[in-house]
């Protein structure tokens, strides 16, 4: 959470986990004057590859009203911080 600086459990829920790392990524970029539309890179950590369709359905939501979906790439990682199953990069230009 961008206000706390805490993590916010999700009990293991993936999709639920992307939701809030779009949500925190929106309250960075808001504060930055930005919205999803100005992203144009992000690099996504998943701790398992086999989450991918569930990350991307709900990636795919957050991007929906962008004009062009920023490019992407996806990759599994070994360890994330404190044991979460998502990180997201972005790049954002305003």
């Known amino acids: 959470d961008p206000k706390t600086n805490e993590l916010v459990e ?5 999709k639920e986990e992307t939701r809030q ?3 925190n990524m929106d309250a960075v970029l808001k ?11 992000c690099t996504v950590f998943l701790d398992d590859l086999s989450n991918f369709n569930a990350v991307n359905e709900v990636y795919g939501e ?3 009203d962008s004009p062009v979906a920023p490019s992407r790439s996806c990759v599994q990682a070994a360890a994330l911080p404190k044991n979460v199953k ?3 990069d972005c790049i954002a230009v305003l």
């Open 62 to 64: 957050y991007f929906k």
């Open 10 to 14: 999700c009990n293991g829920d993936v």
């Open 21 to 23: 790392v779009l949500k």
């Open 86 to 88: 998502v990180e997201i």
């Open 31 to 41: 504060k930055a004057g930005a919205t999803a539309s100005n992203v144009v890179r």
